[in-house]
């Protein structure tokens, strides 16, 4: 049985000022699914994340979050539909410790998971309670960052780049968190430039070039599709 879709893009066009970044983006994601957004540099990933999160300044086309359209919405009435997002810069707060960074997020649904619980997903957080977000390592505050978002109680995860920068063992951990989320019934949307990490742990992958979808090769198609991939992420 096909699960229910739980974010649905279509026709998305989004612009900066007056440069036009996305071109009728279409995609959809389903209940309990891991999907990447696969592209080189520039090509509208990051932007489709802001403009479902209702940040670009100007966005049109229909986004749908569990069936309610939410292309008129302003972002704080976005996050209360339970979708939450980890950006690429991570946007932790550098001058609180990391129980601090832990206790500020919104609770926007129930469901948030516990710091025992995230203690159980990141122990190096659990050490790290008193550090300062300057303090921490690049895969530290990439913990704090994902962990930030999980006590909100949403339950759709947008990642933006979660492995960018950062050392194999931490990469390593952050793929095993994803597959440990998965398996509690999380959506992720995921941004990656690293298909390896991608390939390992998402269900599906959507190709984005020039701001459109232009591919969708499932995980058991990724072997058979590793010329279309290479011509489509080359640089």
């Not at 939410?70 to 810069?89: D, M, N, Q, S, Y």
Request: charged share 20%; with cysteine.
């Amino acid at each position: 049985m096909v699960a229910a879709p739980v974010l649905e893009v279509s026709d998305l066009h989004a612009w900066y000022g007056e440069s036009h970044v996305l071109h009728g983006m279409e995609f959809v994601v389903r209940e309990g699914e891991v999907v990447t957004l696969l592209g080189r540099n520039g090509a509208g990933k990051t932007t489709t994340i802001k403009a479902i999160m209702g940040v670009v300044p100007k966005r049109r086309g229909s986004i749908r979050i569990r069936g309610s359209e939410t292309i008129a919405l302003p972002p704080h009435r976005i996050a209360r539909l339970g979708i939450a997002w980890c950006p690429e810069e991570r946007g932790i707060f550098a001058s609180l410790n990391v129980l601090e960074n832990l206790l500020l997020p919104p609770v926007v649904a129930p469901g948030g998971l516990s710091r025992a619980q995230i203690f159980a997903l990141f122990p190096n957080l659990a050490e790290r309670l008193s550090s300062q977000g300057t303090k921490l390592s690049g895969g530290e505050q990439q913990m704090l960052a994902i962990a930030r978002i999980l006590r909100t109680g949403a339950r759709i995860l947008l990642l933006d780049e979660p492995t960018e920068g950062l050392a194999p063992v931490i990469v390593q951990q952050i793929g095993r968190t994803i597959r440990k989320l998965k398996e509690e019934g999380f959506t992720i949307l995921l941004v990656e430039q690293n298909f390896r990490f991608a390939a390992r742990i998402a269900d599906r992958h959507y190709i984005v070039e020039h701001g459109r979808v232009v591919d969708e090769i499932a995980s058991a198609e990724v072997g058979p599709a590793q010329e279309r991939l290479v011509t489509y992420l080359a640089v």
